[in-house]
């Protein structure tokens, strides 16, 4: 994305976030902006400041620096070394981020949920990051946007004060549902001028699956076939404010879960488990070795891309993390979510499923079959309901690269060259 015609030189933009880390969804918004970049600004040098460089660089071909100078940043510490490097990192970031942002002409957060603390959080990890990020943008006149983010009422006052600054010094906010905004809102930033626009990833490409066989008991397949029903899990205990019940809320979530896809494998459905982080694998573990049928598999889904190729040749789907939802709406599979936050069911809600919502901290795994085969007798009007929700969605992310390009992009570059300058 570099080497400007006319011997310009090119715009240099940054990404910004927990990329290459583990979390599919986060890397999938990064996907996502990465085209509208080599689409409508081909010529842009590009280059990111992440969670995990190496995955970055290799699966995206920008260059990519570590996000944080201390290697163990998202390892808990206890030791007495581990804590002085933490603190001596959190010093030296200061300048590393500054020094990072001021080479650049416009960074942009892709999605993610930035601006909330639905799951478990420190003011001192992400949040500090991006307050220096937007802090850094401001002093130096680079351009920070936050794009199609997503944001949550905070309770913990100092996590609440960086996001709330954070998102005061950047240049352009947009939220991927209006919840966002509102919360935004509320924690004291002005949003009359902040638009809200549909999850990044639906600008992804959508898959076309290959026919699969059934599966049968005899032979169980590796892919989705007809019949199969893909559950998406996750290593869930609950938000920032649950940390007392953390353990209590990752049994129910657990134990509700594994009654689930037990029941559908006595039924005969074969059953893919699906995850969205790393950090899922324990759980998928778990589940495999308490029901112990053939009918239930585990996908090796690497990328939104290869989730949204299971989903699409299954039958129906029920998820747990927001982009796993993404994902199967996406392909306008029946979807049922297992909802451990209100972004969650706002996004069923835009998608026109809104009736088929269930709770992850209180998994009933009655009621869920009895909205599960409620959801299978409906599957008709679903996928024409998802079809015409999906293609709303493209229309409307069309809109938001045009903002984007219009807030950030100038048609004078040498205007803004001599404002950086000054």
């Not at 979530?253 to 982080?277: H, I, N, W």
């Amino acid at each position: 994305m570099s080497g400007a015609p006319g011997g310009e030189t090119p715009v240099r933009v940054g990404v910004f976030g927990l990329l290459g880390s583990g979390n599919l969804g986060n890397d999938g918004s990064l996907e996502a902006v990465l085209g509208y970049l080599r689409t409508a600004h081909p010529d842009a040098a590009v280059d990111a400041l992440c969670g995990g460089p190496e995955v970055v660089e290799a699966r995206y071909g920008i260059p990519a620096t570590r996000l944080h100078w201390y290697r163990g940043e998202y390892r808990t510490a206890s030791r007495l070394g581990a804590i002085a490097g933490k603190g001596l990192g959190k010093l030296v970031d200061v300048f590393r981020t500054a020094a990072w942002v001021r080479r650049h002409d416009v960074v942009i957060v892709p999605g993610m949920g930035v601006l909330e603390a639905t799951l478990p959080l420190r003011p001192w990890g992400f949040p500090y990051s991006l307050f220096l990020l937007c802090a850094s943008g401001r002093v130096f006149g680079t351009r920070v946007a936050l794009v199609g983010v997503g944001a949550a009422a905070i309770a913990d006052r100092p996590t609440r004060a960086l996001v709330r600054w954070s998102a005061r010094l950047a240049a352009y906010r947009s939220y991927r549902d209006v919840l966002s905004r509102e919360a935004l809102r509320e924690m004291g930033v002005d949003t009359a001028r902040d638009e809200v626009y549909p999850d990044l990833a639906f600008a992804l490409p959508t898959p076309q699956p290959a026919p699969q066989p059934r599966a049968s008991s005899e032979q169980p397949s590796d892919t989705p076939g007809p019949g199969t029903v893909c559950v998406g899990v996750m290593d869930f205990h609950g938000g920032n404010d649950d940390r007392a019940r953390a353990e209590e809320i990752h049994r129910r979530y657990l134990d509700g879960t594994t009654q689930v896809v037990r029941a559908l494998a006595e039924d005969g459905r074969p059953v893919r488990l699906l995850t969205g982080d790393e950090c899922d694998a324990s759980v998928v573990t778990a589940i495999l070795d308490a029901v112990d049928s053939p009918l239930v598999t585990a996908s090796e889904a690497s990328s939104l891309a290869d989730l949204m190729k299971e989903m699409a040749a299954a039958d129906t789907v029920v998820a747990t993390r927001y982009h796993n939802l993404v994902c199967a709406l996406k392909v306008g599979a029946p979807t049922l979510a297992l909802s451990y936050a209100a972004k969650s069911d706002a996004l069923m809600g835009r998608m026109g499923l809104d009736a088929y919502c269930h709770p992850a901290r209180e998994v009933d795994a009655d009621r869920l079959l009895r909205q599960f085969r409620e959801l299978e007798r409906s599957a008709p009007e679903v996928r024409r309901t998802l079809t015409e929700r999906n293609l709303l969605a493209t229309r409307q992310l069309d809109h938001q690269f045009t903002a984007l390009t219009a807030a950030l992009f100038p048609a004078a570059h040498p205007a803004h060259a001599l404002r950086k300058a000054s």
